[in-house]
């Protein structure tokens, strides 16, 4: 069991919006603003989409955006494309194990 | 460009070992805190090791403290995970990740995949 708590499943369809959400407790979310975003194709490597709760790396599309309010961070993507049917994962930073990850979300687009 | 390239996975049996090595390219490695993350079939990620820009291992996975042994050579821009004693539960693909900020991993590595089976 992670210690981050993913939905296992969203899905949407070409031009919607959607959130995925990424549970934590005190002790991570609720403490640290230092929580990321992954996504993930199979077979390649992980890719950082979001940094410190909301910040873009260079490169990453204005699409996502994420969010963080107590002890639940949220990633938004707008605009759903295909490309954007992947695995996600979010993580913070916790003083217990330096970081913990979710379990992951897997996005199907429609 | 940045490039973390995982080597050294594969097939072993239950008590046997393994040396992973990850080759960095395209910034200065000897700058960053570097990691080893897992991830095992149907599970999250999880971070099994992580070094500091010395050399000092900084954090063990519990399940792996004592069996497993990260380093790096800061000449030849290299990570290695040293792991001992292997079981199944070892069965995973290894990360290679760039610190960018408190753990929050900027670069990663496709990952070479470890299974621990007879």
């Known amino acids: 069991q992670s210690a981050l708590t993913q939905p296992a499943s969203v899905s949407g369809s070409p031009g919607q919006s959607i959130t995925l959400s990424c549970t934590g407790t005190?002790?991570?979310?609720?403490?640290?603003?230092?929580v990321s975003w992954y996504q993930h194709h199979p077979g390649k490597a992980p890719k950082l989409m979001i940094y410190d709760v909301s910040n873009r790396p260079s490169g990453v599309s204005y699409r996502f955006s994420g969010s963080k309010s107590g002890n639940t961070a949220s990633l938004t993507i707008s605009g759903l494309q295909a490309d954007d049917e992947a695995d996600y994962y979010c993580t913070s930073f916790t003083t217990s194990a330096y970081v913990v990850f979710g379990g992951g979300t897997k996005l199907t687009v429609l | 460009e940045v490039q973390l390239v995982e080597s050294g996975g594969g097939l072993v049996q239950p008590g046997g070992s393994l040396r992973l090595s990850c080759a960095a390219s395209g910034f200065t490695f000897r700058n960053y805190w570097m990691s080893w993350v897992r991830q095992a079939p149907r599970k999250g990620p999880e971070l099994v090791a992580l070094i500091n820009l010395d050399g000092i291992p900084t954090y063990y996975l519990d399940s792996v403290r004592g069996r497993f042994t990260i380093s790096r050579d800061n000449a030849q821009n290299f990570l290695f995970l040293e792991m001992n004693s292997l079981g199944a539960e070892d069965t995973a693909v290894y990360y290679c990740?760039?610190?960018?900020?408190?753990?929050?991993?900027?670069?990663w590595g496709r990952g070479t995949l470890v299974t621990v089976s007879s």
């Open positions: 990740a760039k610190d960018l900020t408190w753990q929050q991993f900027d670069y």
């Open positions: 005190s002790s991570d979310i609720g403490s640290y603003n230092f």
